[in-house]
């Protein structure tokens, strides 16, 4: 395929789609190209030459559903859009594998920078930067200031026992990828689950909350979007702030590739 026609993209379907669902949207022939640096869901970058959008849909090939749900996804941004948050304005849910091959959506293109590596940060400069990753960390806080309930999202997820079935999950993940000692591991897993607190009353949770899954821009180098919310759910809000933490901390480990990693200034 041309680099207009991504794998995974048929624009032609997407198009009669657009046409038929958000007629007027479209107003002349679609190209496309697939954002590279996700991990997981595929994104793509959609122009008519005047206005852009983002399709979002599961990797190519068998996927679990559970683990790609763009409902899921598509549901949590268009609750979130109208409060606060910066997240892309929805523009439809898909879920017709006849036009993609798989469920997936459309978003609003938002502007912005993925900020990735240091590098990166060293163009903005050292006030710069403090101001993106304080904004970073007020951003997060108005997520959880908002109320589930109160945009649809009460049954968004299971918070009762929720640290709990993280815990239990992420043992089973280091069993399964585990390929050397690692001292103390274990011994931190069993205090963790001996010694596990009280969560704070349940928030959405974005669950993988760091530098390069927002976009910045604009004059004040704000938060224009918070992007990837396949992670998202009901939960304890203490766990985006840790993951936010260790992200933007380097943790001298053995070949750990701290100096290509984002860090927030001390």
Not at 75 to 81: M, N, W
Not at 187 to 199: D, M, Y
Request: with cysteine; hydrophobic share 35%.
């Amino acid at each position: 395929m041309s680099p207009d026609h991504p794998p995974g993209l048929d624009l032609d379907r997407l198009r009669g789609l657009l046409d038929r669902e958000r007629p007027g949207l479209v107003a002349g022939p679609l190209s496309g190209r697939l954002i590279e640096g996700g991990r997981s869901n595929l994104t793509y970058a959609v122009s008519d030459g005047t206005g852009s959008w983002v399709v979002r849909r599961p990797p190519l090939g068998h996927v679990l559903a559970t683990a790609h749900d763009m409902k899921r996804e598509h549901r949590v941004i268009s609750a979130l859009h109208p409060t606060d948050v910066p997240v892309p304005r929805p523009v439809l849910l898909c879920e017709d594998e006849e036009v993609l091959g798989a469920p997936f959506y459309v978003m609003e293109f938002v502007e912005g920078t993925p900020y990735r590596t240091a590098e990166q940060l060293a163009t903005l400069g050292p006030e710069r930067t403090r101001a993106a990753v304080l904004n970073l960390v007020d951003t997060l806080v108005g997520l959880h200031a908002v109320d589930p309930a109160e945009v649809g999202l009460g049954d968004f997820g299971r918070p009762e026992g929720f640290l709990d079935r993280q815990l239990r999950r992420w043992a089973k993940q280091l069993d399964a990828s585990r390929n050397r000692d690692l001292a103390g591991i274990d011994e931190l897993h069993a205090t963790l689950g001996r010694e596990l607190p009280r969560s704070p009353s349940p928030t959405v949770v974005h669950g993988d909350y760091r530098l390069d899954n927002v976009l910045i821009g604009g004059e004040n180098d704000e938060i224009r979007a918070i992007l990837d919310w396949e992670m998202s759910t009901l939960g304890d809000p203490l766990t985006d702030l840790g993951l936010l933490v260790m992200y933007s901390s380097p943790l001298g480990m053995p070949d750990s590739p701290v100096s290509t990693t984002a860090q927030a200034p001390g």
